[in-house]
């Protein structure tokens, strides 16, 4: 049923008259009669009675009316609701943050959605980006700010490459292999207590591969707890340079300087269901995360 023959008769009611409904709805008034004759032909009522020059709404005419008033009030909420969203007062965003993630561009972007949008709803999970992956294929998450090698099974999912970040291997600096001279190997870490976030399988294997049959004996997702066990026991863990630079103040972390026959970078990237529209929210996201890496959103790539 059209809408505006509802307009058409509700302006009708309002102003008793069709001079004045047809001049409130920009229509003539043979072409507003036409449009009232239409709307009774396809309700099967007659809406008014016409007698002596006056229209009075009939019987059947006040439930119409009803409807059509909680449909312009819906209408209204629903514009109001829309306009709400597109500017942030309301709405919600679920997104994930790997280890890396969790422990750098974290803070910055929550800090800066939530001084801006105090009303926007935020709901974070903090995890390997292997399960966050899973709940994004679940539709369990909006975004994922993750690392891409986590997972062979891309399909369906848009990736925002990122610049890689560098990894650091530190200890406290009373360590041991922290007082050596020179450069030192992955055999010098052969025996020792060592630990990391949930790591890419492929970055696991070249550890083994290259003797360090145990590594990590320590796996733990928060990045700052692994740096604080570095600088308080003689783990040699894992780490964000990024971080290390954090807590360079403190003087209490050494980094080795370890020659590694293997890519030791992360390599942070935004995802989301591929064909699946960003809100407001989510496109606020992927510009902070963005922005704090230094890449534009231009550079992108559909798996």
Same mark, same amino acid.
């Given at each position: 049923?059209?809408?505006?023959?509802?307009?058409?008769?509700?302006?009708?009611?309002?102003?008793?008259?069709?001079?004045?409904?047809?001049?409130?709805?920009?229509?003539?008034?043979?072409?507003?009669?036409?449009?009232?004759?239409?709307?009774?032909?396809?309700?099967?009522?007659?809406?008014?009675?016409?007698? &002596?020059?006056?229209?009075?709404?009939?019987?059947?005419?006040?439930?119409?009316?009803?409807?059509?008033?909680?449909?312009?009030?819906?209408?209204?909420?629903?514009?109001?609701?829309?306009?709400?969203?597109?500017?942030?007062?309301?709405?919600?965003?679920?997104?994930?943050?790997?280890?890396?993630?969790? /422990?750098?561009?974290?803070?910055?972007?929550?800090?800066?959605?939530?001084?801006?949008?105090?009303?926007?709803?935020?709901?974070?999970?903090?995890?390997?980006?292997?399960?966050?992956?899973?709940?994004?294929?679940?539709?369990?998450?909006?975004?994922?700010?993750?690392?891409?090698?986590?997972?062979?099974?891309?399909?369906?999912?848009?990736?925002?490459?990122?610049?890689?970040?560098?990894?650091?291997?530190?200890?406290?600096?009373?360590?041991?292999?922290?007082?050596? /001279?020179?450069?030192?190997?992955?055999?010098?870490?052969?025996?020792?207590?060592?630990?990391?976030?949930?790591?890419?399988?492929?970055?696991?294997?070249?550890?083994?591969?290259?003797?360090?049959?145990?590594?990590?004996?320590?796996?733990?997702?928060?990045?700052?707890?692994?740096?604080?066990?570095?600088?308080?026991?003689?783990?040699?863990?894992?780490?964000?340079?990024?971080?290390?630079?954090?807590?360079?103040?403190?003087?209490?972390?050494?980094?080795?300087?370890?020659?590694?026959?293997?890519?030791?970078? /992360? &390599?942070?990237?935004?995802?989301?269901?591929?064909?699946?529209?960003?809100?407001?929210? /989510?496109?606020?996201?992927?510009?902070?995360?963005?922005?704090?890496?230094?890449?534009?959103?231009?550079?992108?790539?559909?798996?």
């Amino acid at each position: 049923m059209n809408l505006r023959k509802f307009a058409h008769f509700l302006a009708v009611v309002e102003n008793r008259s069709f001079r004045k409904a047809s001049e409130a709805v920009h229509l003539s008034q043979p072409a507003l009669s036409r449009s009232l004759k239409s709307l009774e032909d396809e309700l099967g009522i007659q809406l008014f009675d016409r007698a &002596y020059g006056r229209l009075v709404p009939t019987a059947y005419s006040q439930p119409v009316i009803d409807h059509i008033r909680r449909m312009t009030a819906e209408d209204r909420a629903l514009k109001d609701s829309v306009r709400r969203i597109k500017s942030l007062e309301e709405g919600e965003i679920r997104i994930g943050f790997g280890p890396f993630a969790a /422990a750098t561009v974290l803070p910055s972007v929550m800090r800066d959605m939530v001084s801006r949008y105090p009303k926007l709803r935020l709901r974070i999970e903090i995890a390997n980006s292997g399960l966050l992956l899973e709940l994004l294929h679940q539709d369990r998450l909006d975004l994922v700010v993750g690392d891409s090698r986590y997972s062979t099974d891309l399909g369906g999912v848009n990736v925002i490459q990122m610049s890689k970040q560098e990894i650091a291997i530190v200890t406290s600096r009373n360590h041991e292999l922290a007082r050596r /001279a020179g450069r030192l190997t992955l055999a010098d870490m052969h025996g020792r207590s060592t630990g990391a976030p949930t790591l890419p399988p492929e970055l696991v294997r070249s550890f083994r591969d290259h003797g360090l049959v145990d590594f990590p004996t320590l796996t733990c997702d928060d990045m700052r707890v692994l740096a604080e066990l570095a600088e308080n026991t003689q783990l040699i863990a894992l780490v964000p340079q990024l971080v290390v630079d954090e807590l360079a103040a403190r003087n209490t972390l050494a980094v080795l300087r370890v020659s590694t026959p293997f890519d030791r970078y /992360a &390599y942070p990237c935004i995802m989301h269901t591929l064909g699946r529209t960003l809100g407001p929210a /989510a496109t606020l996201a992927v510009d902070l995360v963005s922005a704090w890496f230094g890449v534009p959103r231009a550079k992108k790539r559909a798996v």
